[in-house]
């Protein structure tokens, strides 16, 4: 457990017993703890046990606000909401029906994970409809004596917001400012099929960036403290990165070779910005397959052949 703010508490899920990996955020509410992205249901463990240093059980737990719904960000929603009848989960409005009935969502995971879903994400239980919150952006969220701004953050999911507490300047993110770990700090994109889109996600920088947070909450992970220059950062990334996929596609071969291509430029592109011996770590984090699927959907149906 580490702090980002006095009244925000970092718990790291420890995702696959890796530390610095998966973070939810613990914030206190005059209604009861809230929680910004509870993780898979695999880190429910590690989740218990960050509540139970400051004294919380999930029974007491008042919402969940998701930032998307990407299983290693809201995949045990279900299971919480089951063990804690009272609990509310905030999402956007795309990914509501998702969240109530996660069959598709499952299918379509599976595509990517195979025979890992259980080992990596554990249980994905339904939520009932009824204690969904339904998001667009625009919304003021008011629990207890907080109140946090919605804003609609689309690039990386379709599904995505974010959520900004103004009393504090902290913004929580979710995946729209990417992928950031020591020891250097450098700011990685994530883009998994199937809604990666770049104007969107450099529209969704502008939006964050407009209202001048002191601090990002990461979900991978941790507190950012230079908001614009992380922003700014990942921008460059994300362009860098989608020419690299698009130049991919004239590659001789097949999408194997290409998305091995791909792969090859990023460890380029990563060369000077982290040390040798992350660079693996990084992209391993990052996906590599699933962010060149990603980014080749994105180029096709933009008609890159």
């Not at 990407?70 to 989960?89: K, M, Q």
């Not at 969220?141 to 609609?152: P, S």
């Not at 990334?237 to 996929?245: D, N």
């Not at 660079?279 to 984090?285: E, M, N, P, Q």
Request: negative net charge; proline residues 8%; glycine residues 10%.
């Amino acid at each position: 457990m580490s702090r980002v703010d006095a009244i925000c508490a970092l718990i790291d899920l420890k995702h696959m017993g890796r530390p610095d990996s998966v973070a939810a955020y613990l914030l206190e509410t005059r209604n009861g703890p809230v929680i910004v992205d509870p993780g898979p249901a695999s880190t429910i463990p590690a989740l218990r046990a960050g509540l139970a240093e400051h004294g919380y059980e999930i029974a007491e737990l008042a919402a969940l606000l998701l930032t998307h719904i990407h299983l290693d960000h809201a995949g045990g929603s279900g299971t919480l909401a089951r063990e804690n009848p009272e609990l509310l989960v905030y999402v956007h409005q795309v990914g509501a029906p998702h969240v109530a009935d996660p069959s598709k969502l499952l299918r379509s995971a599976t595509q990517l994970y195979g025979d890992r879903m259980e080992q990596l994400w554990g249980e994905v239980a339904p939520v009932p409809s009824e204690r969904i919150r339904e998001l667009s952006g625009g919304e003021v969220v008011a629990l207890g004596d907080r109140e946090f701004e919605v804003a609609y953050t689309p690039g990386h999911a379709s599904h995505h917001v974010s959520y900004f507490e103004r009393a504090t300047g902290i913004a929580f993110v979710g995946d729209t400012a990417g992928l950031r770990g020591p020891p250097h700090f450098s700011v990685l994109p994530v883009t998994p099929p199937p809604d990666f889109n770049l104007e969107a996600w450099l529209g969704s920088l502008r939006t964050i960036a407009a209202w001048q947070p002191g601090r990002l909450a990461l979900t991978h992970f941790g507190a950012s403290p230079d908001p614009q220059h992380h922003l700014e950062d990942l921008g460059a990334g994300l362009v860098a990165w989608a020419e690299h996929a698009r130049d991919s596609l004239a590659v001789p071969g097949t999408d194997a070779e290409k998305q091995r291509w791909f792969g090859e430029r990023l460890e380029r592109w990563l060369d000077g910005r982290v040390a040798p011996e992350q660079a693996r770590k990084f992209l391993d984090g990052a996906g590599v397959e699933a962010c060149w699927q990603g980014l080749s959907r994105y180029w096709r149906k933009l008609g890159v052949p």
